[in-house]
């Protein structure tokens, strides 16, 4: 006669089946761990409560992203603003663990310091408090000293009415550049920026001198800002460092490398040097930079020195085979003749290119024949412009 087996819940708990139960607690779920010691799911809680091994979404190698965002900014609020900008766009790794009925998103804390390393610039670990989710890196102890001496630097705390009043007089002294504000006031050259116009403030901090030679950018400068990048300082100490302003600083950085985001920056150099693993610009970008509008208004100068005047509608005459003609200072357009009484431009010996001359008004490159202070659009810009003024004068 054979014996039927005990009940799952009824059977004794031997110390392999507990330290199995504690090494796996958190790492699968209850299900899971039930149905590999062949055990009811209430069996399995009960023994985790006496083994006292707290909730089953604590025992493992992870955090919950919540439990993560309050450790490392210390705010439960904007929940949603951290899965777009951690999750979407920076690429945080996050997985769905199951406990019971119930889904939770969780990070695994490997995963996370090796995302958190890539965007150290990101985040700030001067609100992290040490060993919350559990050991740290070693570099992460460097990195929250440097961002305590950041908010040092620059604090991020809302504006309060005495500092909008010294801002303003700061302003009105007209002897300040955002670098001097910044080191008074403790705050960026962007928050400063902000805040004039949120106060709507006229006044603006004196320009920096950018074109002497003693503020020109030298090699010793490049090789700071790539160190500085690389080991995760902020732009305002990298400025300190190199004696320039944050707002130079971040503008030498979207220059080359076409965004201010240090991680990407940092992403790009690797383990080269400034300048190194620089993107092409797109079209959209290459728009606003100024060296690439010198390069491509060089080479306009340089097509339209050769086709400038051709139109498709030439005037019929004895002269239409001669394509120079439009660039010849002697050629009479209204009357279609040359000047220099040549009937033959091939054997014109009298040909005088037009010479560029550049606008007083805008600075812009023109060719005329005749001499001219204003480009052509200049001249009509100052005409409605005398046109509006008679007319507010005589009404």
Not at 334 to 349: F, H, I, L, Q, V
Request: glycine share 6%; with cysteine.
């Amino acid at each position: 006669m054979t014996h039927a087996s005990p009940p799952l819940g009824k059977r004794t708990w031997t110390p392999q089946d507990e330290a199995y139960l504690e090494e796996n607690w958190g790492k699968y779920s209850i299900p899971t761990l039930a149905n590999n010691l062949n055990r009811t799911v209430s069996a399995v809680k009960s023994r985790a409560a006496r083994l006292q091994l707290g909730p089953a979404l604590m025992g493992g190698d992870y955090v919950t992203l919540n439990q993560l965002i309050i450790a490392v900014t210390g705010s439960q609020t904007n929940y949603s603003y951290k899965m777009k900008s951690w999750v979407e766009e920076r690429g945080l790794p996050v997985h769905t663990k199951r406990v019971d009925k119930n889904s939770f998103r969780v990070v695994y804390l490997d995963e996370f310091w090796e995302w958190a390393k890539a965007n150290r610039s990101f985040l700030d670990f001067s609100k992290f408090e040490p060993l919350i989710p559990g050991e740290e890196p070693e570099w992460v102890a460097e990195q929250r000293k440097k961002d305590y001496a950041a908010f040092a630097l620059q604090r991020k705390d809302p504006w309060t009415p005495i500092e909008d009043q010294r801002l303003v007089d700061l302003l009105k002294a007209q002897r300040y550049g955002y670098m001097e504000l910044s080191k008074i006031l403790h705050r960026s050259a962007g928050a400063i920026q902000r805040r004039c116009t949120d106060l709507g403030i006229k006044y603006r901090p004196v320009k920096a001198d950018n074109h002497s030679p003693e503020s020109a950018w030298t090699e010793r400068d490049y090789q700071i800002l790539a160190d500085g990048i690389k080991s995760g300082d902020s732009y305002t100490a990298i400025g300190n460092a190199i004696g320039k302003s944050e707002k130079a600083v971040r503008g030498k950085v979207y220059f080359v490398y076409l965004t201010e985001n240090a991680d990407k920056v940092r992403a790009y150099m690797g383990d080269g040097g400034w300048g190194d693993g620089a993107p092409e610009p797109t079209v959209r970008q290459a728009v606003h930079l100024s060296r690439t509008r010198t390069a491509v208004r060089s080479d306009i100068e340089r097509l339209a020195d050769v086709l400038l005047y051709r139109t498709l509608e030439m005037k019929k005459g004895d002269y239409d085979h001669y394509f120079q003609r439009a660039m010849c200072v002697h050629w009479d357009d209204r009357n279609s003749r040359c000047e220099a009484g040549c009937a033959d431009c091939d054997a014109c010996t009298e040909f005088q290119r037009i010479r560029p001359q550049y606008c007083r008004r805008c600075g812009a490159t023109f060719y005329e024949r005749k001499s001219n202070d204003f480009c052509n659009d200049c001249r009509r810009a100052r005409k409605k412009q005398a046109q509006r003024k008679w007319a507010k004068l005589n009404k």
